[in-house]
């Protein structure tokens, strides 16, 4: 595992599991709401999915499985790969409570079995801060395009590269031009949750942010045929760029 993926690991294992508990609930609470209603359960993104009964998705750096299992309840057939054993169990725990199965695979995005999964997925998918954990941005993206079949589908939404020069997140990470190629230490994303003398305890990520031209780029400079590119307003202030989704085929 690359050096930055162990510190990134660290991070997303810090007390993660109880994390969950406390601000999603317990699995089976947790599964009570995604049950009642998957789609909404999956936001916005809900929209990028021409259809879920049997598609093969990845779910990449899916977390808890706060989508894999709305995804699942809608008839797909799921994979998480996530770099979190807490994320895991959690997940785990929460797709049993719910009645699905989703799988899990623990690992470094970079370091996925392409023997296994090599063209195996109809979909991959992504939300909610992933690209700026790793610092080659074609080397993700040529693993995404590696993952799909043919005419197979990446939904790509993260964080809008406004967030490298405003704080809008509010996250203890340093602003910085928005050209900047530097890679950083910062907060991972739920310190802010904690008090402040737990906050300093929480192991710090490793990040490279992006501009929207290197995500581009990287999307159709990696075989892709990019078919939209939305940007989506931040949830503290409508008036700023809070995220973005680029949708892209692999033809």
Not at 155 to 178: A, N, V
Request: hydrophobic share 35%; with cysteine; net charge negative.
């Amino acid at each position: 595992m690359r050096d930055d993926s162990i510190q990134n690991k660290k991070a997303w294992e810090y007390d993660a599991y109880n994390f969950w508990v406390r601000t999603a609930g317990t699995p089976v609470e947790r599964a009570s709401r995604d049950k009642e209603n998957p789609k909404r359960m999956l936001k916005q993104y809900a929209d990028y999915f021409d259809s879920f009964e049997g598609v093969k998705v990845a779910n990449i750096c899916g977390s808890c499985g706060k989508k894999a299992i709305p995804l699942a309840l809608l008839g797909s057939d799921v994979t998480v790969f996530d770099i979190s054993e807490d994320n895991k169990r959690y997940a785990l725990e929460t797709a049993d409570a719910a009645g699905v199965s989703i799988s899990f695979e623990v690992c470094d995005i970079f370091e996925i079995d392409m023997g296994k999964y090599s063209g195996y997925f109809d979909v991959v998918f992504m939300e909610g801060g992933v690209l700026h954990y790793f610092h080659d941005i074609n080397k993700f993206m040529k693993t995404m395009y590696a993952l799909l079949k043919s005419g197979g589908k990446m939904i790509c939404s993260d964080f809008h590269p406004f967030t490298k020069i405003s704080d809008i997140l509010h996250f203890e990470q340093p602003t910085m031009s928005y050209f900047s190629t530097d890679v950083f230490e910062g907060e991972m994303a739920h310190a802010r949750f904690y008090d402040d003398e737990i906050r300093k305890q929480i192991p710090k990520c490793s990040y490279r942010k992006y501009t929207i031209s290197e995500i581009i780029n990287a999307i159709i400079g990696n075989g892709f045929t990019l078919e939209r590119f939305d940007e989506h307003p931040a949830w503290e202030n409508e008036k700023l760029p809070g995220e973005y989704t680029a949708v892209a085929k692999k033809m």
